[in-house]
Structures are given as C-alpha cells and as structure tokens.
C-alpha cells in the first residue's frame, strides 16, 4: 500500500502490522478506513501465514482520536445514528470492533489518543502497550451520541463499574496511568519504547503453538457469559480439537528432548 492510503498493512515474520494512516486527521476513522480495516481484519483472519497482529495510528500524537465526526454526522437531526451504522458496518463488510472474531492475538501499540471507535478498537485487542503520554476516552455523550460497536458492552466488562460507567456517561478521559491502574492496558512506556515493545509481544506470541493460542482466545471469549457448564463444555471441545494437532505432539516432544519447540501451525 502506498502511504497515501488510510490503512498501512505489512506482514513479515508472521506478524501483521496494522497502521491506521490519518495522522492529519489524529487517525479519525472514516468510511474509507473502515473499509480498508475490514478487508485487512478479513486478511489477518483468513491467512495462514499470520500469526498475530499489531494495530497502531501513524504520527506519534494519536492511535485514533475516534469517528470523523466531519464525515459521518449529518446536519440534519436525527440521522446521525444511520450515518454512522453506514460507517461502521457497510453492507457486506466487517470490522474488527463490529465483532468479526479474529482469534489470533491482537496487539495495540497506543501513543497518543485514543478517544471513541478508537477506544472501541482497543477493546477488541488482547494485548496493551501505551505511551505515557496516552489518554483513553469516549467522548460521545458529550455529544449527544450513543457509543455504538460493543463500546458500552466490551469496557464495562474489562472495567471496575464504577470507572467504566464514569468513563461512558460523564465522557471524561483516563491518562495512561490510570488506564495501567484499572487494567485497560498492560503496559505503559516512553514513546520511544511502544513499538519495540509490541514487536518483542509479538515475537513471544509466534515462538508459541499458534492453533493452541487461538482456541484458548475462542474459548475465553465465547466464554464470557455463559453459564459455567456451557463454557466449560466449551473449553473441553476445543481442547480436544488442539490435541488432534501435530503442534500438540511437538510440544512434550521437545521438552523431553531439552530443546525449544518448532511449531508450524498443523
């Protein structure tokens, strides 16, 4: 892709580096990235050469600042809601914060803000790394809209309530200490630091058993709210889905041989 284009996308050593390419616009999503990020989660899905993914915003000032308000709020009252669901689920397309299940491990690397559908972007990912200088937010009921894409769902879920509810309904911002303290992030670093870090992330996750590692992510999320037998039933099949594997079989066989093990993904 050329840098013209609102979502970089590069794939080496298994790894998918996805860069939402607005900077101009503090990485905004409009419906031209929104359909960019949907044929590339397509992609980080469907492709087996992809072990995991790294999500980040260009520019060094935001992740994403949220939906270009400019682009997908009319000035006719009323008619924002539809505008937006347009946006953010075009007819035959998905995206990652609609709820598509990519199940290989999502990184995000944060530096700067990452406010409304970015926050909602977030959320979907597995693994955490901002900036110092990072702030969290949904601004939306400031105004007057209704965070839509699992935003009121997803946050209240991995946030004490208390915070989450003060983050959704007052649409103030957490710092990225406070995002570090109540547990939306797993790390925060100097700017200089987000990306080394995502990469050695990445690189952890890709030395693992890469079939065994997305039915753990299934089995976790599917899991989320079902009755403790469901999702344990659950957690069974897909175990034994992973022990048909010949990763499974590499695993034990390289402990026993005192060596690390190769894993392909079979």
């Known amino acids: 892709m050329s840098d013209a284009e609102p979502v970089l996308f590069d794939v080496a050593d298994r790894v998918a580096t996805v860069t939402l390419n607005r900077p101009e616009a503090m990485n905004a999503l409009d419906p031209e990235t929104f359909a960019a990020l949907a044929e590339v989660w397509t992609e980080i899905s469907d492709n087996p050469d992809i072990w995991v993914a790294i999500v980040t915003g260009a520019g060094g000032k935001a992740f994403s600042a949220g939906a270009d308000l400019k682009k997908t709020v009319p000035r006719r009252p009323g008619g924002a809601g539809v505008e937006i669901a347009r946006v953010f689920q075009p007819r035959g397309a998905s995206s990652l914060d609609d709820g598509i299940h990519v199940w290989k491990p999502i990184i995000a690397a944060v530096d700067g803000y990452c406010l409304g559908a970015g926050l909602t972007l977030l959320s979907v990912t597995d693994f955490r790394i901002a900036s110092e200088k990072s702030v969290f937010g949904l601004p939306e009921v400031r105004r007057g809209i209704f965070p839509t894409l699992g935003a009121t769902q997803r946050l209240y879920r991995q946030l004490p309530h208390a915070i989450a509810m003060e983050l959704i309904l007052y649409g ?27 990469r050695e992330a990445a690189a952890r996750f890709t030395s693992g058993a890469p079939l065994t590692q997305r039915a753990i992510k299934e089995s976790v999320v599917r899991g989320h709210g079902l009755p403790l037998e469901d999702a344990i039933r659950l957690e069974s099949m897909l175990a034994f889905a992973t022990r048909q594997t010949a990763d499974f079989a590499e695993g034990p066989k390289a402990f026993a041989e005192k060596r690390e093990p190769k894993y392909q993904g079979r």
């Open 172 to 198: 103030d911002n957490l710092d990225a200490r406070q995002a570090l303290q109540y547990g939306l992030v797993n790390r925060v670093v100097p700017s200089a630091e987000v990306m080394p870090l995502a």
